[in-house]
């Protein structure tokens, strides 16, 4: 693969679309330190009741490690008595995965199977990498990247660490629950320019920290895109600075929009 | 219900919940409003999901090695260290002071 300088001499034809090299580089970053998690969840699986196949089938067929890790912690609990508990906190936790369908939707391409494919590889990481490129061929590049590099990783981690368990010990040793958290900072980083989505950030986290004691688990995410819902429609707290303006640069402020007090 | 049954439900309700959205047309998100909150939403979503991922553990808020970690990545971040830097960052900061037994 050709690294970023070899662009400054491009051969017309296998220059790659502006934006593709940089959604590659975050996709590779962001898969692997994801998939890498995959283990920890096929551990848990098995130490939760669950045989090789299942935690293999749970990986391969609802691919939302949030919902994932919320189906097998229901089930360590309660057992199979708990079941119907157990495919609603995992519905619940997979619901975000719907929103993010509706945005990235756009971003994917055309056609059925295409769509289809799509629907599955929609997660936080694929949607997350994809809306932070700034041309479309790099958000769906990074979309596609991300998602299938997620895909492959976190099922062979999750068989792995379903067949090794116990010899893996407690993968929270490594410290990959902080590279989780710390892979959305890093994503959400980039769109922290003006008041308006840091307000949104800074509510969103506030309501997640506060309802997490009082509601089940994945609610409380829900429960925070609404402040984005709130403020989105009403435009509170203005426009980002990274406005487009070059092409209205000669059109002056709406006097009722509100824009010439600003 | 057995195992078997839970997990096949489970997985086809997630998996339909993905498929739902990319029912919504995309000429919706063509409103400057839509746009924006569509934008908006994603912030939001990764800001909760930081929130989780740090600072809870199940329904409860728990306070470990993940914050400090967290705290490491938000300062590389912001000395615009790459992407990749930051999250091996946090992982070594959250599995040293396991590993000293520092933080939980």
Known sequence: ?262 | MTLWQIILLASIAVLALKLLGYLVPPSVLEKPAAGRTAQLTTVALLAALIVVQTVSTGQSLVLDARLPAVVVAAALLALRAPFILVILAAALTAAALRALGWAA
């Open chain 1, 1 to 262: 693969m050709n690294g970023p300088r070899a662009s400054r001499h491009p051969a017309p034809r296998s220059a790659p679309a502006p934006g593709v090299a940089e959604a590659r580089r975050a996709s590779w970053a962001v898969g692997l330190a994801v998939a890498a998690y995959g283990v920890s969840f096929g551990a848990l699986a098995v130490a939760s009741g669950l045989d090789v196949w299942q935690a293999c089938v749970l990986s391969l067929v609802m691919f939302s490690g949030g919902s994932q890790f919320a189906l097998i912690g229901v089930l360590a609990s309660g057992g199979a008595a708990a079941g119907p508990a157990a495919i609603a906190g995992a519905a619940l936790l997979g619901l975000r995965n719907g929103l993010y369908a509706i945005r990235v939707s756009p971003i994917v391409g055309a056609g059925f199977w295409r769509r289809l494919l799509a629907g599955h590889l929609t997660i936080d990481e694929s949607t997350a990498v994809a809306t932070a490129q700034a041309t479309p061929e790099g958000q769906r590049a990074g979309f596609w990247w991300t998602g299938w590099i997620i895909f492959l990783g976190w099922n062979l981690m999750t068989l792995l660490g379903a067949l090794l368990g116990d010899l893996l010990g407690d993968v929270s040793a490594y410290g990959l629950d902080a590279a989780a958290a710390a892979a959305f900072l890093g994503l959400v980083w980039p769109r922290l320019r003006a008041l308006q989505p840091v307000a949104v950030a800074v509510g969103a986290a506030v309501v997640a920290a506060a309802t997490i004691p009082v509601l089940p688990a994945g609610v409380p995410v829900i429960l925070a895109a609404l402040v984005a819902v709130v403020v989105g429609p009403l435009d509170l707290l203005g426009r980002p600075v990274a406005a487009p303006i070059e092409h209205h640069a000669d059109v002056p402020p709406a006097p009722d929009a509100g824009e010439a007090d600003r």
